[in-house]
């Protein structure tokens, strides 16, 4: 049973530029969270994806955006890239929204220099 | 909001030494709180839970309790190994209903220890 998979594992882009980060979740699970984590800090919810629609959002500019696609898949897009947006990015997935935190499931993650 | 602080590491350890790293939070209501651990180059994975006042969670020799009058919960452990080296994170779930599974951390303390 796989779980949460997310590629790439490392990126590096310049600032200005467009990337997509894209996470499987574990096998039936139909729930994705999306969380930054900075070096040196605890990670920080960006959006939570169930039924293809936003459900949850955290202290993030517009920049980031996201999808869920039918098969419970997740992207994570960020424009016009920052140094600051230099991370750690991590997915979680989950089934439902009623489930509590312990019911998350998290995948190694994204790792993205912006230079 | 909710908030977690934790203390900052590095906390650096012999094997066989006893382990404490504190945690306080500021929430509404009493959540169930969390703590997770991140081994390197992998994912955030849950270590134990406590679902209210007074109750001890456990898992591979860490022990937590639920302090409601100090809002605390310390990790212990009696005896680390240098495979307990990794980044240790707090979190608690948002309260409120509509949040889903959304969790929010503390800036994690990094562990070593040295054999």
């Known amino acids: 049973d796989a779980g949460v998979t997310q590629s790439p594992t490392h990126l590096i882009k310049t600032r200005g530029q467009q990337v997509t980060l894209r996470c499987s979740p574990k096998?039936?699970?139909?729930?994705v969270s999306w969380y930054q984590q900075a070096l040196g800090q605890g990670p920080q919810f960006i959006f939570q994806?169930?039924?293809?629609?936003?459900?949850q959002r955290g202290n993030f500019p517009d920049r980031f955006s996201g999808h869920q696609f039918p098969n419970y898949s997740s992207e994570l897009n960020v424009n016009a890239l920052l140094l600051g947006d230099s991370a750690l990015y991590l997915c979680?997935?989950?089934?439902?929204?009623?489930?509590?935190?312990?019911?998350?499931?998290f995948g190694p993650g994204t790792r993205l220099l912006v230079l | 909001g909710n908030s977690v602080t934790q203390m900052e590491g590095p906390v650096t350890l012999s094997e066989e030494a006893f382990l404490t790293i504190n945690c306080t939070y500021t929430?509404?209501?009493?959540?169930?709180l969390f703590w997770y651990v991140q081994y390197p180059g992998e994912g955030l994975q849950l270590l134990l839970k406590?679902?209210?006042?007074?109750d001890k969670g456990s898992n591979k020799g860490f022990e937590a309790t639920y302090r409601k009058e100090t809002t605390s919960f310390h990790l212990e452990k009696d005896s680390v190994q240098v495979s307990d080296s990794a980044v240790y994170f707090c979190?608690?779930?948002?309260?409120?209903?509509?949040?889903?599974?959304?969790?929010?951390f503390g800036g994690g303390t990094r562990v070593l220890v040295k054999p």
């Open positions: 979680a997935s989950s089934w439902g929204l009623a489930g509590g935190p312990e019911t998350q499931y």
């Open positions: 096998s039936g699970h139909d729930t």
């Open positions: 406590a679902t209210k006042a007074d």
């Open positions: 994806y169930y039924e293809e629609e936003e459900r």
């Open positions: 979190a608690l779930p948002h309260t409120i209903k509509a949040a889903g599974n959304k969790l929010t």
């Open positions: 929430a509404t209501g009493y959540p169930s």
